[in-house]
């Protein structure tokens, strides 16, 4: 990983005016080259430097977007997709510059089928939107990465986030997508069936492929009742250690739990201060139980047990709404509170991924590695999945300290793979994690290599994200 | 559909004589090219013609597989991979001859972790070694298509059964493979972590990729815990209908119902000469609901509950183990029950899936077209998903009964596509799926097609199934 990976490619420079100007006289003031549109199009939300499209062009439906890909693929010129900017890996960057293609005006819900549990959305619907629209059903949509991501960029970057632990990840709850392919065709990866066994699964495939094999324009989601009973609560331990292991046993125990995250001691100091709250500033876990009124009861019950086994406690519960969201609303505030805690420094989020049983010696390790390397790095993290996060913060003026950042969390990437896990949960390759990728998954890389290259031959599809060609 | 999608290929007679030549010296008595083994290793459990292959591989590990590919890969021969031979679609038959790589010898269990709640084995294992194996961890893998499949074919197919109403499909099950590649190299792609954002998501590909892109050598799956608890009974119904719309109203209020199988009033006569059972002879509910003792009655009371407002019940439950096994045996028999039933006949099993809310409608107008036109097709079904077969008796010797049974088929695929469904819930497409699947997907299929190209380039990997090339 590394700064070294954001390497800015070649430029079609004579292919990129031929289609601006043709994309002008097609989409007018709905193609924008003005430096602030490009500013606000690429990469915002960490310390890489931003690589700036050469125009933003905002479709308002799949066949604009059809016309889009097909004067790009004619001139071989790139195509970014944008949501909602929220990208933590440098999707959005533009290295070999091109076309910004903004999604947010195809922000229609197509369907709603509440007897079938499933709705169909365009890909600039964001989870706040569909959760609000299918207020009335009874229904939710329960993928929550945070940020109030648009559908599309979730499906592409495969999140997923609090209460995936329940629910699983954007790749267990996307049932089909269509998409523009790389020759301007549009394909339907499937209908609304639960099951499938018609071939090669192209809606997974779709699913995290970060943008590089086509432009999602529409994306068929699992939907799920709202829960007859939901009680949140936190629980404070002793130390990181003890939480983590308090976790290890709910999983293993299979408490249906909905949501359980950890945030270290300094996490729990930042967002206290930063939100107003009075959470004990000690490691916590902030938990969520979804069900009946009497299974919410039980597994609360069972979870308190647990969690003074490891010395924890007591469970502090919220179960009126005000005070939930109030909770829930500070652990999605993190990235802000941390970013505002250190004013003038750059930040990063790690977001390895590791079996259970590795959980507390990956956070331990990496904990004690953090303290000899004098990084300033809490910890938040989506513990039930044995995900979590390193906020690391850095000077990024500073070449050393850099250096050292970047060291620390190449060390952090190796000791997830070497525990058999993954160098990322849910955040994705982009730009940054290119070189863990090849450490991660070695030949395997090749064939996903062999896929981007038949499916997109021209490498117009969002360049220099996942892989940047020449491998090596 | 139909049998004229079963066509034999061309046969690359020099190269399959060279590979067999190199992999007799190689294997000895571990390659056979006697008739009985190589019809064994053909297709055999449908009406499907049988398609030999020249010779039967028995590799004992990944190294043999990797040195068979080679030597296949070097004289382009067609390379079959052979499970337990349970596939209903012809995944088996060698249309180009070649090799069946029969990965029986490959059946250990190469860890199991119990504090992950994952396991990781060789191809061959059978579900059923497989839960034998791990009986005394309080653990086992819940997938169950009816046959004592291998690991590896049910991967290869994306398998479900049952259960998958509640704990998933092979899709959700698999964390990751190791396989062997056209090119004869051994990738893995990925670890044991829960969630993953590494790329595309190749572990998705393998699975249900038939054998076309390449052999498993290893599936890491999750495990679940043994319930506290288990309840099993059966529930008869007045008619198709009432007890469809029952299951409709189970899923929709997210009871989570373990298993819930339907059986019409034909199924029923049929399984209960077989099984020595003394079911009610009418629509028949099989359910089952896994939990805590708690949860598990009330799961049970609100079936009922349900069950009873569509006129059905009384509810029978079978709380002791061997009565429990005896019914889910007679279920898994069914297949058996239906062929000594009409001895002379031959039969084939459709694999319809549509969305629950149109699961009804599917069933009746399948049923009307079935008394229509003159087909004995009882139909038993996972209705929880949406899927279920029509089980067609038809006389092969017959060009007319052919015929019809073709348009019935063909009928209910169109029927069930037209429906935002699939005509594949569990089986595959194999051979005699693919004009259906080109119906179902259109475009999408030269995608697929693009990526078997890439990593297939000499299609020696299962060739014939999924799509028989040049495509349209």
Partial sequence: ??????????????????????????????????????????????????????????????????????????HRVPIVPFGTGTSLEGHLNAPRGGISVDINRMNRILA????????TVEPGVTR????????????????????????????????????????GTMRENVLSVTAVTADGREISTGGRARKSAAGYDLTRLFVGS?????????????????????????CPFPTVDDAVNAVIMTIQLGIPIARIELLDATAVRIINAHSGLENPETPV?????????????????SFDEIASEFGG???????????????????????????????GASSLST??????????????????????????????GHVGDGNFHSLVFFEADQPDDVRRMEAFVARLNDRAIAMDGTCTGEHGIGQRKQSALRSELGP?????????AALDPDEIMNPGKIFTPPLS
């Fill in 112 to 119: 709603v089928n509440a007897e079938d549990l499933d709705c």
């Fill in 444 to 452: 395997a890389l090749d064939l996903m290599h062999s896929i981007k």
């Fill in 313 to 343: 406690g007591p469970f502090k519960s919220a179960s009126k709404v005000e005070d939930r969201n109030r909770l829930w609303k500070a652990r999605h505030n993190a990235f802000h509170a941390f970013s505002a805690f250190r004013p």
């Fill in 1 to 74: 990983m590394g700064l070294s990976d954001v390497v800015a490619g070649p430029r079609n420079e004579e292919g990129i005016a031929a289609a601006i100007g043709i994309l002008k006289q097609r989409f007018g003031e709905n193609l924008q080259t003005g430096d602030s549109h490009r500013r606000e199009h690429s990469h915002t939300m960490s310390y890489m430097p931003e690589q700036l499209p050469d125009a933003v062009v905002f479709p308002k439906d799949s066949g604009e977007i059809q016309e889009i890909v097909r004067i790009c693929a004619d």
């Fill in 285 to 301: 876990l902030f938990v969520e139980f979804h069900g009946t009124e009497d299974s919410v009861r039980e597994q609360s019950a």
């Fill in 210 to 234: 970060e943008g590089t094999l086509g432009i999602l324009t529409s994306i068929t989601l699992r939907l799920f009742g709202i829960p007859q009973s939901i009680l949140s609560g936190v």
């Fill in 351 to 380: 977001d390895v991924c590791v079996p259970i049983s590795r959980l507390a010696e990956c956070i331990r390790e990496t904990r004690e590695d953090s303290e000899r390397s004098g990084i300033f790095a809490p910890i938040i």
């Fill in 128 to 167: 706040e939107d569909l959760n609000v629209h299918l207020r009335d059903t009874g229904l939710f949509f329960p993928i929550d990465p945070g940020a109030n991501a648009s559908i599309g960029g979730m499906a592409a970057t495969r999140a997923s986030g609090t209460n995936a632990v329940r629910y």
